[in-house]
């Protein structure tokens, strides 16, 4: 069946360091993955997209990679910040068209 | 969040009761979603809708049902409410429903069953 793991202990970082959080996914071919962030107490936020012509995709301090043969995609925060401190979920297009999505990773920045 | 009001944001109900969880948008965008989210499960998917009385099933619909009887309005209705409904609920919206889509979310809505 189609799975998507995201490590599920959280990440603590120190303020000013890169974050990394990664997205592995099994019995998938998906042609775009996504990420989200999701704060306590509200829905997820749509953050980025990436297609799997795509090696790589930038915004700001974000920066996305999908690697099709290895079957993951590794979401960077550069320069973490405190206000960076949620978690963030990858969601893969499913057979059926519609998103489905991982446990999530939650990232503490700590000043 | 972008338009999507859900009600009510918390409900505290008895197992056996009916409940209605209601989901208003003013965005005009043709789909919308109902998920759950629970502890080691991440969202999952529950029913969906790709326009006005046109509904579908999603991974997890066993136990609830939906109606869309205008564009901005999306009802997700527990006939007979059990524990393992406790849950919080998030209805989404997309314009295209297209998987490179991004959706968008209202802010949840805890459910308690006793």
């Known amino acids: 069946s189609q799975k998507i793991e995201q490590n599920s202990e959280a990440l603590n970082i120190q303020e000013g360091k890169t974050a990394t959080l990664t997205c592995n996914y099994t019995n998938y071919s998906p042609a775009y993955l996504q990420w989200y962030r999701q704060d306590p107490g509200r829905g997820p936020v749509f953050l980025l997209l990436?297609?799997?012509?795509?090696k790589e995709k930038r915004k700001e301090r974000l920066k996305v990679t999908f690697d099709t043969t290895l079957k993951q995609s590794l979401f960077h925060i550069t320069a973490s910040q405190p206000a960076d401190s949620a978690t963030y979920l990858c969601?893969?297009?499913?057979?059926?068209?519609?998103?489905?999505f991982g446990q999530g990773t939650t990232l503490q920045v700590k000043p | 969040d972008a338009g999507i009001t859900q009600s009510p944001r918390h409900k505290v109900t008895e197992t056996g009761t009916p409940v209605t969880l209601r989901c208003h948008q003013t965005?005009?965008?043709?789909?919308m979603y109902w998920y759950r989210q629970d502890p080691g499960h991440g969202l999952r998917l529950i029913h969906y809708s790709y326009g006005v009385k046109d509904t579908d099933k999603g991974e997890v619909s066993d136990g609830y049902s939906v109606s869309r009887s205008k564009t901005e309005d999306f009802l997700l209705t527990l006939e007979s409410a059990t524990s393992s409904q406790t849950s919080v609920y998030f209805c989404?919206?997309?314009?295209?429903?297209?998987?490179?889509?991004?959706?968008?979310f209202g802010s949840g809505t805890q459910l308690s069953v006793l």
């Open positions: 990436i297609r799997e012509n795509e």
């Open positions: 965005e005009n965008h043709r789909y």
């Open positions: 969601a893969l297009e499913s057979n059926t068209g519609k998103l489905i």
């Open positions: 989404a919206i997309s314009a295209s429903g297209l998987g490179d889509e991004k959706l968008f």
